[in-house]
């Protein structure tokens, strides 16, 4: 922990987003992090590079570090980009638990949108743009009325992030219709689980599998309602 009166860690916003001196900018870095986006929803995160971004702005590599110091940087501008999607102008309701399973659903959405994002924060540090503290900030306001220290409040706005990466990872393609019996589909693994309890091996899960019925249909409102019920039960026991 920085020790009190140490200057902050250096970040992108950090900086002025160009000099006092010198010509006026051809672009912005919200330009250039709008392309960037666009590049990874494309082509995955992968394809993001200093030279592929400029190539796709029709400029020169070396004109992005004008506005942007490293493709760390630019990564932190997209994250953040992504977190100013997330609507928040609507005050706290009083309801603590519907607002944040609603800013859940929310990030879940985005991360859905972006399926590059789940990597992305796996790889980065713990960088915190301006709108992902704007979203920490309204998140801390819905839970003033909710029991629980301020150190349980940020784990638990902690643990919704966690499980709107996860179950946007369960999410199909954009383009993907409705299941088709792939081996990743959820109907060719409940199959695939149903034929190796029903193999004598595992009496717990042939129980719990012929107790629970079947599965239901996995479209996004039956998925959005799972992790809203999940959402419901666990965050008022992190918060007791």
């Known amino acids: 922990m920085a020790e009190r009166g140490t200057t902050p860690p250096a970040t992108v916003w950090s900086r002025p987003e160009r000099g006092a001196r010198g010509p006026a900018p051809e672009?912005?870095?919200y330009e250039i992090t709008a392309a960037a986006l666009a590049l990874a929803d494309a082509e995955g995160l992968a394809a993001v590079s200093m030279r592929a971004l400029a190539q796709r702005l029709g400029t020169g590599p070396a004109s992005l570090y004008r506005y942007v110091g490293s493709r760390d940087e630019l990564l932190d501008l997209m994250a953040d980009a992504v977190a100013g999607e997330l609507d928040l102008s609507a005050a706290p309701s009083g309801d603590w638990l519907g607002d944040l399973v609603g800013l859940a659903l929310q990030s879940k959405a985005a991360h859905a949108r972006h399926?590059?994002?789940a990597e992305?924060?796996?790889r980065?540090?713990?960088v915190l743009g301006p709108h992902a503290i704007d979203y920490l900030d309204h998140a801390l306001a819905v839970l003033?009325?909710?029991p629980g220290t301020s150190r349980q409040k940020l784990e638990a706005i902690g643990l919704l992030g966690g499980l709107a990466t996860l179950f946007a990872r369960r999410e199909p393609p954009?383009?993907?219709g409705s299941a088709q019996g792939a081996s990743g589909d959820p109907p060719a693994q409940a199959a695939h689980l149903a034929a190796v309890a029903a193999e004598g091996r595992h009496p717990h899960l042939l129980t719990a599998l012929m107790t629970a019925g079947p599965p239901p249909v996995a479209g996004l409102a039956e998925r959005d309602a799972l992790f809203e019920r999940l959402?419901?039960?666990l965050l008022p026991a992190m918060l007791s």
Do not use: F, I, Q, T
């Open 144 to 146: 003033v009325p909710a």
């Open 174 to 176: 954009a383009s993907a």
């Open 120 to 122: 992305l924060n796996d």
């Open 124 to 126: 980065r540090g713990e």
């Open 231 to 233: 959402l419901r039960r």
């Open 27 to 29: 672009r912005s870095r």
């Open 115 to 117: 399926p590059w994002l």
